[in-house]
């Protein structure tokens, strides 16, 4: 019910007031470093080996709200389907997912080298993630936006010098011995409490965006209709282009949860949909439901913990080495 009456809040009991979210009542968390449960390492040995310290995290929203949706185009029809779901998630932990890079003997750190940059895809890390994240601004809640797991290219830089020569020769590495590339990557556990079912269709000949069960919806949109100048700074929390999986046409809609505090400390959501070329928003009306899932987000564009990382390790060794 209260997910009702938050949206009846928002038509009515506030049909005259600036629709905002304070953050500042949203409390915050420092979610600790987790094991890199695919490398078989221990969180104790990520932060040794790859040099992080969890005293430098800066704290984010208990919060999120995360779109996880698909799309499909029905050429004959001219419409594209986005269905999905829309979460509330809360932040777990921060879970390093390692992979293996290229290899090189020892004998090429004899001298000094330039800085290098090297490209590796991010599907490679990020497979088992549902969306992805990026914080900014401190980890406000303002500050961070979400969308589809990338594909593209990440790219490090990095040198190797003589110290580095002189630190393999130490753990009696030199000759031919091989040295490994291993590369960290950021992503964050959440568990999903809420989730909100997004089901809707945009013809493109018609111009015209449905959603619901009731494909007639002039009456419906004039009842529940917000206009723009209702919108304060949350306006710029907005989806758009939505972040749609497969081939949703993303630029031709858009989504904006507003969330609010309840009494406990968290937050309920009503669910704002309009074209991208409208003025008006209107209330999306399906309800939140109860859930119990683990959803990993792809993290690697982050201010707030780890960025993606590289160092070099003797093979068959854990006595590694970084570059700095």
Not at 164 to 174: F, M, R
Request: charged share 25%.
């Amino acid at each position: 019910m209260k997910d009702i009456d938050y949206k009846r809040d928002v038509i009515l009991n506030m049909s005259d007031q600036l629709l905002d979210f304070d953050e500042s009542l949203l409390t915050k968390i420092r979610p600790p470093l987790a094991a890199a449960e695919d490398f078989h390492l221990t969180s104790d040995q990520v932060r040794n080996i790859f040099g992080i310290d969890e005293n430098q995290f800066t704290p984010i929203p208990t919060q999120l709200v995360v779109p996880v949706l698909k799309g499909h185009w029905t050429k004959k029809k001219h419409v594209y389907h986005t269905y999905g779901w829309l979460y509330i998630l809360e932040p777990q932990e921060w879970v390093p997912v390692i992979r293996h890079g290229n290899s090189v003997i020892a004998s090429q750190f004899k001298s000094p080298r330039s800085t290098n940059r090297k490209d590796i895809s991010e599907a490679k890390f990020n497979s088992d993630c549902k969306a992805s994240i990026e914080f900014n601004d401190g980890g406000s809640y303002y500050g961070t936006s979400t969308g589809v797991t990338r594909s593209s290219d990440i790219s490090f830089e990095y040198s190797s010098t003589s110290l580095t020569e002189e630190i393999l020769h130490k753990k009696g590495v030199a000759g031919d011995r091989l040295v490994e590339e291993l590369v960290l990557y950021p992503t964050l556990r959440c568990k999903a409490t809420k989730r909100q079912r997004v089901d809707y269709t945009i013809n493109t000949k018609k111009k015209q965006l449905e959603w619901g069960n009731d494909s007639s919806q002039p009456k419906q949109r004039e009842r529940l209709c917000v206009p723009s100048s209702r919108l304060g700074r949350i306006a710029k929390m907005q989806f758009h282009p939505v972040p749609v999986g497969g081939k949703g046409k993303e630029s031709m809609a858009r989504l904006l949860p507003i969330p609010r505090i309840v009494s406990n400390r968290e937050i309920e959501v009503a669910t704002l949909i309009s074209c991208a070329d409208s003025q008006d928003w209107y209330v999306y009306e399906a309800e939140f439901q109860e859930c119990s899932e683990t959803i990993d987000l792809a993290a690697s564009r982050n201010n707030v913990a780890f960025r993606p990382t590289r160092m070099m390790s003797p093979t068959m060794s854990l006595s590694l080495c970084r570059v700095q």
